[in-house]
């Protein structure tokens, strides 16, 4: 199949029907309406679903309520609060406070922001939305609105789709840029392939390449079309750099449906793995404190499992009820014996302190140092573990719920999708 049939037909399958974009709109504009009668702002549907580069299925949606420059941020946060409509907003903090809700289904999330014009400087971190929705409006064309819907699918397949830390991948403003960048999604992955780090991607082109790496010092700099001082892809990680570099080798190698698609048909893991999950009550924070708390303690623990094991991979999660941290582990207890390398065997003084501090039954010297084997205490990786629990390594919002952590060698069902992490186009 050509590829250019691929994306037609993934299209029309990811397209959102005419159903589904009349809910949307009937939502936003209720809930516009709302606000709108109590506050002196003007209320913007943004992102996605207004530019109609959303997927089939995907249920959120962005207002923006735009400010004069003259309020101050805590103004406009509480102006905000108290226009909204009735139900359970709960306020988030990424770089900008915003308040979030599910309504008949949809995830809204409510953004107060100041009122700029382009090239002007901002007031806080959001005020941009705005002008990016202008801006990609007015300049995607409809075959360009599909192919950042096909770009959408395809990076969501391979997992690097969302700017969310816990992802690190492309944005749906990313994609958006990248499109009306290369022109079209078939020569973005063109040029994707051949990607080398440090990619400069500068559709207003506003930077030489050596000032834009200096500047924005980054493997990925997608220099912000509408704030240049901006590197759009910040969020991008290496791993998700390199993989859609692979990614986009592999399709045009052999363009095929199955790139678009969940594999269903993933290998069970054959090898017997020694796994240590800690599984605990998720505590009751907000994702944007709940991710880098997990991410700060699994960092920790694995600091502390390396000096006594070799950890093959870990990962941090959450679900709707609990919280989970993962290790993968070469062995599950220590070994009866280590090898320790001492100080050079020319400095007698630092040679005899050594080995005091030691109680070797074997030691020499190897070429320039004092070598020693020093017989240990066996120790389980799980019972290590459970001693940092207690300690301040630990971050404080998850150490209340994880000192009653259920500690297991055993594979919970829960991290089955983490023991069968496979990028399936290599």
């Known amino acids: 199949m050509k590829i250019e049939e691929i994306f037609e037909k993934i299209g029309r399958r990811i397209n959102p029907d005419e ?3 009349k809910e949307q709109e009937r939502i936003a504009k209720s809930i516009i309406d709302y606000i709108q009668k109590r506050v002196e702002a003007k209320v913007l549907l943004v992102g996605s679903s207004a530019r109609d580069t959303g997927l089939k299925g995907d249920r959120d949606l962005d207002l923006f309520v735009i400010f004069k420059k003259n309020n101050e941020l805590n103004e406009i946060v509480e102006k905000t609060r108290k226009a909204l409509p009735k139900g359970k907003w709960i306020m988030h903090y990424a770089e900008h406070p915003y308040f979030k809700s599910k309504v008949e289904g949809f995830e809204v999330e409510v953004i107060p922001c100041f009122e700029v014009i382009k090239g002007e400087k901002i007031k ?5 939305t705005p002008l990016h929705m202008k801006y990609l409006q007015e300049k995607l064309t409809a075959k360009q609105r599909r192919d950042v819907k096909v770009l959408k699918k395809l990076l969501k397949t391979a997992g690097i789709y969302g700017a969310e830390s816990e992802i690190g991948g492309f944005s749906g403003l990313v994609c958006e840029q990248l499109i009306l960048n290369y022109r079209s999604l078939e020569n973005l992955l063109e040029n994707a392939k051949d990607w080398s780090p440090p990619v400069i991607i500068d559709l207003e082109k506003h930077y030489q390449k050596e000032e834009a790496i200096r500047k924005f010092e980054s493997q990925f700099i997608l220099v912000d079309a509408i704030d240049f001082n901006r590197n759009a892809g910040a969020s991008v990680t290496k791993t998700s750099l390199y993989k859609i570099i692979t990614l986009a080798n592999a399709f045009l ?3 095929s449906l199955q790139f678009f698609e969940k594999t269903k048909n993933i290998k069970k893991q054959k090898a017997n793995l020694n796994t240590i999950t800690i599984k ?3 505590p009751d924070v907000v994702e944007d404190i709940l991710h880098p708390q997990l991410k700060k303690t699994e960092k920790f623990l694995k600091n502390q ?3 006594d094991f070799q950890i093959l991979d870990s990962d941090s999660f959450y679900d709707d009820e609990n919280a989970f941290i993962v290790f993968i582990l070469n062995e599950l207890q220590t070994k009866n014996f280590r090898k320790i390398t001492g100080p050079p065997a020319g400095k007698w003084n630092e040679v005899k302190k050594f080995i005091s501090k030691h109680k070797p039954f074997r030691k020499y010297i190897e070429e320039d140092k004092i070598v020693i084997f020093e017989e240990r205490k066996i120790e389980k990786a799980a019972d290590l ?3 940092q629990l207690k300690t301040s390594g630990v971050g404080s919002f ?3 719920n994880i000192s009653e952590a259920k500690i297991t ?3 919970e069902k829960e991290i089955e999708k983490f023991l069968a992490k496979t990028d399936f186009w290599l």
Do not use: C
């Open 305 to 307: 499992l390396e000096k």
């Open 385 to 387: 573990i459970k001693k």
């Open 124 to 128: 806080s971190a959001v005020d941009r």
């Open 19 to 21: 159903n589904e974009k």
């Open 280 to 282: 605990f009550k998720k």
């Open 398 to 400: 998850l150490r209340k």
């Open 409 to 411: 060698e055993k594979k």
């Open 253 to 255: 190698e052999n363009p």
